[in-house]
């Protein structure tokens, strides 16, 4: 919403006839003062927060109906750097299944990426040849060249039931090279076993966070040691 201009209480216009020059009283002139710093407070605001990319991505509002929560921008950008620092050429493909916030991040800081998103919501049908409809329960419906084409391959299961993250597990399957994809999985803490036993993965040190908060508490887990990136691999209890 744009702000408010500032005007004097009775909102009287100066002409040229007027002998003295124009002049605004101690009130107007207070209002004007706390605009300003508003202003300024706002800006300031805006440095910070997008300290590591210049500025927040626009994003269309969650879905709760279909359990959307968007990351918040440090883990869409710490996840984003991570995917481009995987991919081993500029025709090396990446693909995001239910996490449309970390393609958005993906496409704003290296837009040259080639990176798909799979998601069931079409609202992201904006995003033209870079979207694919996915619908979770039919894990395998999807273009036949899609098969075993991705070198990284991202996925944060929308729900946390077991029926859910097997299916995708059967989707990051279809789309991963064997042998050769990196696989980053986005999901709760509550998962760790299933992630590790359908898809080998492990968990890393770095926490995903909301920008809704939410109770259940995120990890990331991933098919490779990332070293000192993502905070590492945590040790095994």
């Excluded at 995917?83 to 800081?109: F, G, M, N, R």
Aim: hydrophobic fraction near 35%; charge should be negative.
């Amino acid at each position: 919403m744009e702000e408010e201009k500032v005007k004097p209480p009775n909102d009287t216009a100066f002409t040229e006839d007027d002998d003295d020059p124009p002049t605004l009283s101690s009130h107007t002139l207070a209002a004007l003062k706390e605009f300003l710093q508003q202003q300024q407070t706002i800006t300031d605001q805006t440095d910070g927060e997008g300290s590591e990319t210049g500025e927040k991505v626009a994003l269309i509002a969650e879905d709760w109906r279909l359990s959307q929560f968007w990351y918040d921008q440090l883990t869409a950008e710490t996840v984003a750097n991570e995917v481009h620092a995987l991919l081993s050429s500029p025709s090396s493909l990446a693909v995001c299944i239910a996490c449309p916030t970390l393609y958005a991040y993906i496409k704003k800081i290296y837009p040259s990426v080639n990176v798909q998103l799979l998601e069931y919501d079409k609202r992201f049908e904006q995003y033209g040849s870079d979207f694919t409809f996915y619908d979770y329960n039919k894990p395998e419906d999807l273009p036949d060249q899609f098969k075993h084409a991705f070198q990284v391959v991202v996925a944060d299961p929308p729900y946390l039931s077991q029926e859910c993250i097997e299916k995708v597990a059967q989707t990051i399957s279809f789309l991963a090279i064997p042998g050769k994809s990196y696989v980053l999985l986005l999901t709760g803490d509550v998962q760790r076993d299933r992630a590790a036993e359908l898809l080998g993965l492990h968990s890393c040190g770095f926490r995903p966070q909301h920008s809704s908060k939410l109770g259940n508490e995120f990890r990331l887990f991933t098919n490779y040691d990332p070293g000192m990136r993502l905070g590492g691999w945590e040790l095994e209890k």
